[in-house]
């Protein structure tokens, strides 16, 4: 301008050349242009516009169209999640070269170089992405509320194994900074182990784990039992059912009566254990016997225990009271009688002594009797002639002279020497009355023995259906009288109030007659009754008569004390009436109330009342209680005061009363585990085994001469009860019945044993008539003695 004006004063006026930077003149750079010129110019490489630019010298001198030629950049990268290194500018040159990081937690994480290109842009951008965890692949497995993609660092998810797999519970993981999942726990499927079971194999192949419900079978090693191969199941709680454990098979202790283990006993035997046993003293083998385990498990080699015992005593010419054993235990006392015609006459009583000797022993001699011929007062003969001494049932005959009269008119009687060294009678010549045979009198042998003299008295019985005429028969110059000594048994009449018998009365009627009665008009029955006069003289059938009322019967320590409808008679039917003892402490029999039928009696004799009434100790389970009171005996009304003891105290006690000779209960002692075993009568029981003092096991034995109905059993208590236990079956005692049978009672007390046999011997006299066998066999049977045959026939008189 201030050139202008300094030159256009003076020359023409025109624009200067254009001063554009990074420009250049197309065609040639003037100093001047002239106004309206139109030129053009090209900015630089690198400078835009890149096409040529128009100019014109507007005629202020000023150039329209200008463009400012600026530098061709690249604009700042735009790159999200990420910073230019050294910071960020607006452009950047072409060619240019930066780099970048992407934000922490994303990558790459690396610095990431970048060229300003020619066209402006970016070359070698790399986005910034997230860094993330990917979706965890865990086998059988589900992740709880659905699986995504990718997971940020620190998410927290849970998953859950499928059933079956464990853990059962839900897994929390969590994605790391690493993008690595942690606290993954791997599920794996719920498997039992192995079984343990000692002492056996799995069938086939073991494995370590075994899926729920498999079945395998295991087989126990040899020597061990079960033998055969067990089936095991994999339940759902990955246990085993149907374990069965392998136990050693082993010998039970060996069970030898009357021996003791030497050691001690154990419950079980390795097979091959060889272990020795001793017999209680008193038992043989004395000698320890050594038995051996086998595999069987039975024990070999075992010899019983058998007692020590006496063999029967042989003494000649004596017999065994009460029948011979093959064998006696030591200490046994029995005693033997010499035979017939042999002394001692008593009894001797014999022991076993420890050595197996007999002590005691009286041997039998010979029992003879001395013929005194001092006798001679009206004897004329004697025979045998001279003969003084004579054996057991020999006969001495005396001819006597005929001023001595027999009552049988005999002039000759004969002595017989007897087994007691005397004469049945003293011989001589003396009125003496004989056997009376043939007069309906039994066991003549019995009653007439020894003197019989003048004046000798005698009781005796009669046949059956013949009945005595006299308390006793005696000895008169006539023989014995009465006369007969037996008559027919015959029934009087019979004597029934209140009736009439039919056809009449006659003195007497034959045994098995029958006849009939008629009751007075106002008394039943009023239909005829038939009776019958029975073998003992007897009627049998008898009805009383009765207008209905029942008698008053004697009262004896008893009194009335209730009585329906009265107290007092007369009693008519459905009468009652209630007794009670007169005195408390006295015993009452029979029943409290009776009452009248309407046949007129009683339907119970009245009761009675007598003796004290007292109980004894209750000796039932004893061993388990503690009394308050130790007595024998314990009066009506008292209480015994019990306490139960360990273990089976899980009731503490209680009371028993003793009332009327009875206690009204037993001693009530429990335990969880077992009640005390069963008790047995008459007998016992051993302990076999026990469990923490409770008795589990037991074995019984009966007293002497009681014989048990099992033998050689244990029995168990199971599941808290005791399994039946056996009895003891009663002994019989030979006592006065076996008369009626004709036998004869042996002397002194006999019992014989259940199942046993004993032999008697038919009275004097008498046999059974089969080959006049003259004893019988009898036998016992729980407590009855059992007599099939008796001594019904007579031996052939002499
Ligand atoms: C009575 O009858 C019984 C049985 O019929 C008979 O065994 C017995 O011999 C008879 N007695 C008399 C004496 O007739
Ligand atoms: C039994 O007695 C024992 C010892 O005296 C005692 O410990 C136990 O508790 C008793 N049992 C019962 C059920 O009373
Ligand atoms: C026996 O009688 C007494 C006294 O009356 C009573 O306490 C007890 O419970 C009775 N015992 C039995 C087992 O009935």
Known sequence: MF?????????????????????????????????????????????????????????????????????????????????????????YRINSRIKYKC??????????????????????????????????????AEIVGGQRLNYRINSRIKYKCRPGFEPEQPVHITCDSQTQWTGIQQCTEIMCAAPNIENAEIVRGQRLNYRINSRIKYKCH??????QPVHITCDSQTQWTGIQQCTEIMCAAPNIENAEIVGGQRLNYRINSRIKYKC?????????????????????????????????????????????????????????????????????????D???????????????????????????????????????????????????????????????????????RKPGCEITCEVPHDQQVSGLEYYFRGDMKLGAKRSYSCKSEYRKTAEEATCTRDGWIPKPLCAEMMCDPPRIPNAEIVGGQRINYR????????????????????????????????????????????????????????????????????????????????QYSVKCQPDGRWNYPYPQCGGTVQCSKPTKNLQFVTLSDEKTEYGNSESLIYTCKKPYNESAGGVLMCQNGNWNGTYNCRNKI?????????????????????????????????????????????DGKWETPPKCLRPCEIDDIVKKYNLQLP????????????????????????????????????????????????????
């Open 3 to 91: 050139v202008c004006l300094f030159v256009c004063l003076f020359t023409e006026i025109m624009c200067a050349a254009p001063n554009i930077e990074n420009a250049e003149i197309v065609r040639g750079q003037r100093l001047n242009y002239r106004i309206n010129s139109r030129i053009k110019y090209k900015c630089h490489p690198g400078f835009e516009p890149e096409q040529p630019v128009h100019i014109t010298c507007d005629s202020q001198t000023q150039w329209t169209g200008i463009q400012q030629c600026t530098e061709i950049m690249c604009a700042a990268p735009n790159i999200e999640n990420a910073e230019i290194v050294g910071g960020q500018r607006l452009n």
């Open 103 to 140: 934000r922490p937690g994303f990558e790459p994480e690396q610095p990431v170089h970048i060229t300003c290109d020619s066209q402006t842009q970016w070359t070698g951008i790399q986005q910034c992405t997230e860094i993330m965890c990917a979706a965890p692949n865990i086998e059988n």
């Open 222 to 227: 040899p020597g061990f039992e079960p033998e």
């Open 280 to 352: 209680r003293p008193g038992f043989e083998p004395e000698q320890p016997v050594h038995i051996t385990c086998d595999s069987q498990t039975q024990w070999t080699g075992i010899q019983q225990c058998t007692e020590i015992m006496c063999a029967a005593p042989n003494i000649e010419n004596a017999e065994i009271v009460g029948g011979q054993r093959l064998n006696y235990r030591i200490n046994s006392r029995i005693k033997y009688k010499c035979r017939p015609g042999f002394e001692p006459e008593q009894p001797v009583h014999i022991t076993c």
């Open 354 to 424: 420890s050595q197996t000797q007999w002590t005691g022993i009286q041997q039998c001699t010979e029992v003879t009797c001395q013929f005194e011929s001092i006798i001679t007062s009206g004897v004329k003969r004697i025979i045998p002639e001279g003969q003084t001494v004579f054996k057991v049932g020999e006969n001495v005959e005396i001819i006597c002279t005929e001023k001595h009269l027999f009552s049988t008119k005999e002039t000759s009687k004969s002595f017989t020497c007897q087994s007691n060294g005397k004469w049945d």
């Open 511 to 590: 045994i098995n007659s029958t006849i009939q009665y008629k009751c007075s008009p106002g008394f039943e029955p009023e239909q005829p009754v038939h009776i019958t006069c029975d073998s003992q003289g007897q009627w049998t059938g008898i009805q009383q008569c009765t207008d209905g009322t029942c008698q008053e019967q004697e009262l004896k320590n008893i009194e009335i004390i209730f009585g329906y409808p009265s107290l007092t008679s007369p009693y008519k039917s459905g009468h009652i009436l209630v007794f009670r003892c007169t005195d408390d402490n006295m015993r009452f029999y029979g």
């Open 674 to 718: 077992c009640p005390p075993p069963p008790y047995l009568q008459h007998g016992d029981y051993s302990i076999i085994s026990t469990k923490d003092d409770v008795i589990t096991a037991v074995s019984y034995t009966c007293q002497s001469y009681y014989v048990l109905t099992k033998q050689h059993e244990v029995y168990k208590c199971v």
């Open 747 to 798: 002397t002194g007390k006999v019992y014989i044993r259940h199942a046993e046999k004993y032999r008697l011997n038919c009275r004097d006299g008498w046999n059974t008539g089969s080959e006049m066998k003259a004893y019988v066999d009898v036998s016992c049977s729980d407590g009855n003695l059992q007599i099939d045959k008796s001594c019904d026939a007579q031996n052939n008189s002499k």
